[in-house]
């Protein structure tokens, strides 16, 4: 991994949020607006990542070892990360429902819609294409483990897995299926797809962006949010995970492509979702609103950091 890359890819999604940022305060869009960008990412743009990663990578059956791997890297990764979030709360002296929120917070991260495109930009379409594979890992961890902690009761319900059949999950499994049955994708179907792809850390960053002056409006759920609120999930997500898996990668037996991408995965800033499933499944105060912005901002700083690590001691 080049840490020039990754500086220069941070470098532009900086300049890209704060172009959306500005927008914001200039244009005012409305909430429609803000959910059809979350639409064309969801939707379009990073199935689209995903098939232009495909069909640029010969599906080896090395290439589905490496994929099976990454999976389960990522959901102990992901498992691991909530784990650590609720038992820092905890000890910190949040009441049992924050603590839980702060696991998820601290846990999970925006592997998708961030990830991808980051990835596919530092490491070429195969870093595309596996860090897909991480961010259904993620996803899975979720939309069950999360899930589940984050209700007063807790229990389990197959509903939960109807979320991770979302656009993402179908792109991979289409486009695998696609490739191993030996067919290839017409060039018509390769140049959208790889138009399509080009958007997506750009229409990412803009959606940050329009986002951040939200969080300064003056309510009472600001006045009352306490920093530890938002500081603890944000350094555990953005440095303490980060090292951790760094530590981990450092002793298993794996290609370093493989370990700097998990790294790298790990390092994103917290799950975008993290507010929905706050409102749908607890109590939805802003501090997750807050720290996913929050954390996204300062990612930015904290990325190349972990790059820099990762080159000193991986």
Not at 129 to 141: P, R, V, W
Not at 183 to 211: C, D, H, R, W
Not at 274 to 285: C, H, I, K
Request: charged fraction near 10%; aromatic fraction near 8%; charge should be positive.
């Amino acid at each position: 991994m080049n840490l020039q890359s990754v500086i220069v890819s941070v470098s532009v999604m900086a300049i890209i949020m704060i172009i959306g940022f500005l927008l914001e305060r200039k244009t005012k869009p409305a909430i429609e607006a803000k959910q059809l960008i979350i639409q064309i990412l969801v939707i379009l743009a990073v199935p689209s990542v995903i098939l232009n990663a495909i069909f640029q990578t010969e599906i080896t059956d090395k290439v589905l070892s490496q994929m099976g791997l990454i999976f389960l890297f990522s959901v102990t990764i992901n498992c691991l990360g909530i784990l650590i979030g609720l038992v820092v709360a905890k000890i910190s002296g949040f009441t049992s429902l924050k603590a839980r929120q702060i696991a998820v917070l601290a846990g999970l991260g925006n592997t998708g819609f961030i990830g991808i495109p980051l990835c596919a930009s530092i490491f070429g379409p195969m870093g595309g294409l596996l860090a897909s594979i991480f961010d259904a890992g993620m996803s899975l961890t979720a939309f069950t483990v999360a899930v589940i902690l984050l209700q007063e009761k807790m229990k389990f319900s197959l509903a939960n897995f109807k979320p991770l059949l979302n656009p993402p999950v179908i792109a991979i499994t289409f486009g695998l299926l696609f490739t191993i049955s030996g067919f290839e994708a017409p060039s018509l179907i390769k140049q959208v797809s790889a138009t399509l792809a080009g958007i997506a850390a750009p229409l990412a960053m803009l959606y940050v962006g329009l986002l951040i002056p939200s969080i300064f409006e003056k309510n009472k759920d600001v006045e009352k949010l306490q920093i530890k609120n938002v500081a603890l999930p944000i350094f555990l997500k953005l440095l303490f995970m980060p090292v951790v898996t760094l530590l981990i990668m450092k002793g298993i037996p794996i290609d370093s492509f493989m370990k700097e991408l998990i790294i790298i995965q790990s390092a994103m800033p917290t799950l975008t979702l993290a507010t929905v499933l706050f409102v749908s499944y607890s109590n939805g105060d802003r501090s997750g609103l807050i720290t996913v912005v929050t954390s996204t901002a300062l990612s930015l700083l904290t990325i190349p950091v972990i790059a820099f690590l990762i080159q000193m001691f991986l």
